[in-house]
C-alpha cells in the first residue's frame, strides 16, 4: 500500500499501540502489584476484569465506584483514588516510536484521533498525564460513547461525528477483532503486532 492521501485521518488505539502496557499477554502493572500493595493480584482481577467489564468499559457502572467496593471488601486503606492513581500511572509505558510516527504525520498535515475503549477515569488520565492529547483532535472513548470496539456503532460514531466518508480513517489496533470490525465499516486499517510494526511506518509515509 502506497503512503496516505493528504486528507487521511489517523485513529490510533491506546493500548497495544501508543501504550505498550502489555508484552506477551502480561500487563507491567501487575508484575508488582502484591508487592506494592499487599493485596491479592488474583483477587483485584476477578473483581475488576469479570463479567463486569463491558458496563464499565461503556460508562454504565462507574470504576471508582466498583474499586471502591473492592478497597473497602479488602480493606485497602488508600481507597479507590489510591489504586486509581497507582494502576494508572504503572500501567503507562509510552510507545515512543508511535508517538514519533504521530509527530511526523501532524508535520505532514494529517488530522489524528485517539479512539480507545477505555472508561471516563482513565480516558481522562491520558488526557491529562501521557503524550496523547497534545497530538489528537479528539479523543474517542468507550465510557463517553456507550459503546465499545469491536462493536459497529463505536466506528459510525466516530465517523459521523468526523463528518467524512469512511475510507479516509486509516485505523491502528493491536486487537485483530476490532480492525476487522473497522474496515467492515469501509476504514483502513492496520493490526499492529510485534511482528508488524516494524512496518507501520513505510505504509504511512511512503
Request: aromatic content about 12%.
Amino acid at each position: 500500500m502506497p503512503g496516505l492521501s493528504p486528507d487521511t485521518i489517523l485513529a490510533w488505539d491506546f493500548d497495544g499501540v501508543l501504550n505498550r502496557n502489555v508484552v506477551d499477554g502480561r500487563f507491567f502493572w501487575a508484575d508488582t502489584f502484591e508487592e506494592d500493595l499487599s493485596q491479592s493480584l488474583e483477587g483485584f482481577s476477578d473483581h475488576e476484569f469479570g463479567d463486569r467489564l463491558p458496563e464499565i468499559l461503556t460508562g454504565s457502572l462507574d470504576l471508582k465506584t466498583h474499586v471502591d467496593l473492592w478497597a473497602r471488601q479488602v480493606g485497602y486503606a488508600p481507597g479507590a483514588d489510591g489504586l486509581l492513581s497507582y494502576w494508572f500511572e504503572r500501567d503507562y509505558v509510552p510507545a515512543d516510536d508511535m508517538f514519533a510516527l504521530m509527530d511526523t504525520l501532524t508535520e505532514r498535515g494529517h488530522r489524528q484521533v485517539l479512539a480507545t475503549n477505555n472508561e471516563h477515569h482513565r480516558t481522562a488520565f491520558i488526557e491529562n498525564a501521557t503524550g496523547v492529547s497534545g497530538r489528537v483532535e479528539r479523543v474517542f472513548a468507550s465510557g463517553r460513547m456507550g459503546v465499545a470496539k469491536p462493536h459497529e456503532d463505536y466506528f459510525r460514531h466516530v465517523t459521523d461525528t468526523l463528518m467524512v466518508a469512511p475510507e479516509r480513517i486509516f485505523f491502528v489496533d493491536d486487537l485483530l477483532e476490532n480492525v476487522e470490525a473497522a474496515r467492515a465499516e469501509g476504514w483502513e486499517a492496520f493490526h499492529l503486532t510485534d511482528t508488524t510494526r516494524a512496518a507501520l511506518p513505510a505504509i504511512l509515509l511512503d
